[in-house]
């Protein structure tokens, strides 16, 4: 099946043929592209032609677990109080065989979204370490977008605010691990081949937006077969004998599995499903030791959700208690904190919703994996980056009108919130500037933000702005204004790695025009191109929607940074770099792109509330082994174990790695520094292969003196049997 566009019936090509229109006409050329496509798929075998040397690497960085913001529903009582399943960093790295120097890095985070002084920090270490080979071209940081790992890396403030300001510890690790993940791959390089299959995750998202999605021109939404893409697109990753070393797949859903009343630091389901495969693969190996490298990277998520049975109130004593919430605004009895989506395990857990979507990935991943008609990918290793500031950015459009972009605002639905996380007071989604706002708020307001300008309203319009981040910049600035974009070519395959969060159809308009309106009709790849949507990457730049969905205003218009023209802006400067993918783009004929100025580094301004560690005390007629405080991150390492008797000692396991164990934490007295730690272990679906016997579980700390001191120590459990299953 085709990787970019459209899933057609013949009964939707005979309803399409009728239509008249040149953009209808324009993508019925497309189609038949991607129909010839149909056939090269199914009959294609894999050729072992060791066309690249190949390096995947693997590597933690989760940060403090701990009495730090949890990153992403923007909950300040969201503080994690433990560790479900640790943070990692997946690298892939490609280059040609006869010319390694034409070489890409992708980087799979289990994080938020990428963030410019991660990236900057990552890059400006492998200059140091490999000089002439990795830089800000061709290197990717993306994100698993999920919603339950730690806070306060990003170097702009609005991010932080929840997370009481920067978090060195946070940044730090994941830097430091991201590194290493690259380090890995690097060491690993070696000859192999690749190649490309799609198939279809039916079941593990649906569009959480669907009013706003309907605002699409009809005839544009009759291409598809659903409003979210059910498309899982699959590089697969060959050693020179043919052995399957490893993949990256892309598949757009939220990582939002996990709710905003979860306080265990996690990697919600695509975190998940990397572990579930790579266990898979390699049972026997410890989670994150494995050779083998499951990458389950981010796609156009602007609008997808894992919260598959829909949205409904949760709201007990009302009317609508249990109903669906309104289908324009979201809402239960006119306000959104009580519309909750719900996972396929909700009457189980949001752990096992996050199970469930985790294993869709995996089941569409492995049909890949094991099949014999993937298409070799063959062919040269390009990339491209370029800065481009957003505010003011004017440019024409098709049609010939000259248009602009705004400073960055985020409008009144920001404060709805979405369907996967609700917002608060009496804000809503929907909510545009035909509608009068709440007095209260447009006086609060300016109080947060310098109130908007009558030219930053009318560039923002329809979009009442709540926030004019883009005029804010005490203590430093709060959302970015000039963004990092960036494209990827291995062969047939190109990577659109975009600084934001595309809605379904944002998505499929700019890979429509990738593949269509510029790569294939300027000759730079044949008609088996392969577009994929990489994200969100880089920069975070919040959500970009179509104008349609603009209009309407639910939470991604609302949070669309730079105002309505923002995906025009996008598809005018990727489709501007196109030729530097060319197979002789290296030639030295092309200048460099014409680029704006890097953002500035903001390490320097950044602020923290947050309280430090003071001192770490044992309860009165207690030692330490019964309580801790995590000043040391352990990565690479563990906080609990669970250990066996093996051939008369005691083996370790199971670590906190391991979806089965729980480690939590709590603060029990802040003035005497006491805390206490539980630590569990479930022999359940995520655990089924656990053998009968004799086990022990222990825990790994470290307390702090009140002269500053570290000292490690160490409790163990009674030990107790377990049954064979």
């Not at 790579?278 to 796609?299: D, H, K």
């Not at 003011?392 to 960055?408: A, D, K, M």
Request: charged share 15%; glycine share 8%.
């Amino acid at each position: 099946m085709p990787p970019t566009l459209f899933f057609l019936s013949p009964g939707q090509l005979e309803v399409l043929l009728k239509m008249r229109t040149a953009p209808i006409r324009a993508w019925l050329y497309a189609a038949g592209f991607l129909a010839s496509r149909i056939s090269l798929v199914t009959s294609a075998t894999q050729a072992n032609t060791n066309d690249y040397l190949l390096g995947l690497g693997i590597a933690d960085i989760t940060g403090p677990v701990v009495e730090t913001n949890i990153m992403g529903y923007a909950m300040l009582s969201q503080t994690d109080k433990g560790l479900h399943m640790r943070q990692r960093s997946r690298a892939f790295i490609i280059a040609e065989a006869l010319n390694s120097t034409n070489r890409v890095v992708f980087i799979n985070a289990d994080i938020a979204f990428g963030d410019t002084g991660i990236r900057r920090s990552v890059i400006n270490h492998l200059k140091e370490l490999y000089q002439g080979l990795y830089d800000e071209t061709n290197v990717v940081l993306s994100s698993t977008h999920q919603h339950a790992g730690v806070g306060g890396y990003t170097e702009n403030l609005l991010p932080q605010i929840t997370s009481l300001g920067y978090v060195r510890e946070t940044a730090e690790a994941i830097v430091q691990g991201t590194l290493r993940a690259v380090q890995r791959a690097h060491k690993n390089l070696a000859p192999g081949s690749l190649a490309l299959g799609n198939a279809t995750v039916a079941d593990g998202n649906i569009n959480r937006s669907p009013s706003a999605y309907l605002a699409n021109p009809s005839e544009e939404r009759g291409g598809y077969n659903s409003d979210q893409d059910k498309t899982l697109t699959l590089l697969r990753f060959h050693d020179s004998q043919g052995n399957k070393i490893g993949f990256l797949s892309f598949y757009a859903v939220h990582g939002t599995s996990l709710y905003h009343n979860n306080t265990l630091i996690s990697s919600d389901n695509k975190g998940m499903a990397a572990y579930l495969y790579e266990s898979l693969v390699e049972p026997n190996a410890m989670p994150g030791n494995t050779t083998f490298v499951a990458g389950f990277a981010q796609s156009n998520v602007g609008d997808s959700s894992p919260n598959t049975l829909g949205a409904f109130c949760e709201s007990p004593g009302k009317a609508w208690d249990g109903m669906p919430c309104e289908f324009y605004s979201s809402t239960c009895g006119g306000t959104s904190e009580d519309c909750h989506g719900r996972g396929p395990g909700f009457r189980v857990s949001d752990f096992e919703s996050n199970r469930i979507i985790a294993q869709l990935q995996v089941d569409g991943a492995r049909s890949l994996m094991n099949s014999n008609s993937l298409q070799s990918v063959t062919g040269p290793v390009r990339s491209v980056h370029t800065y481009l500031n957003m505010s003011f950015h004017s440019f024409v459009l098709p049609n010939g009108t000259t248009v602009q972009t705004c400073p960055p605002a985020l409008g009144y639905a920001f404060g709805g919130g979405t369907t996967d996380g609700p917002g608060l007071f009496d804000f809503v989604q929907s909510d545009n500037s035909s509608k009068p706002q709440n007095p209260f708020w447009e006086i609060v307001k300016g109080a947060v933000t310098p109130l908007p300008d009558n030219a930053q309203i009318a560039c923002h319009y329809p979009k009442p702005i709540l926030l004019n981040t883009g005029y804010a910049h005490l203590p430093y600035e709060w959302s970015p204004h000039t963004v990092e974009i960036q494209m990827l070519r291995v062969g047939n395959i190109v990577l659109v790695v975009i600084p934001g969060e595309l809605t379904t159809m944002a998505g499929r308009r700019m890979r429509y025009k990738r593949r269509s309106g510029s790569l294939i009709e300027d000759g730079i790849i044949g008609d088996d191109a392969y577009v994929v949507i990489a994200g969100p990457a880089n920069t975070y730049a919040h959500y970009v929607t179509t104008i349609e969905e603009y209009s309407m205003q639910r939470y991604e218009g609302a949070s669309t940074l730079f105002g309505p023209y923002t995906l025009d802006a996008y598809i005018d400067k990727y489709t501007s770099l196109v030729s530097y993918l060319a197979n002789n783009a290296t030639n030295g004929l092309l200048s460099p792109p014409h680029s704006d100025a890097a953002p500035p580094d903001l390490s320097s301004k950044q602020i923290s509330l947050r309280t430090p560690v003071i001192f770490d005390s044992p309860p009165i007629g207690h030692n330490f082994g019964d309580t801790m405080k995590d000043n040391n991150l352990r990565l690479e390492d563990t906080f609990m174990a669970v250990e066996k008797v093996i051939n008369d000692s005691w083996s370790q396991v199971r670590t906190d790695s391991h979806p089965s164990t729980i480690y939590r934490w709590t603060r029990t007295n802040i003035i005497l520094g006491t805390s206490t730690v539980n630590l569990s272990w479930c022999r359940c679906l995520t655990d089924h292969s656990a053998k009968g016997g004799t086990y022990r579980l222990v825990y790994f700390g470290d307390s702090k003196s009140i002269t500053g001191q570290t000292t490690a120590f160490t409790g163990t459990s009674s030990s107790f049997s377990v049954s064979e299953p």
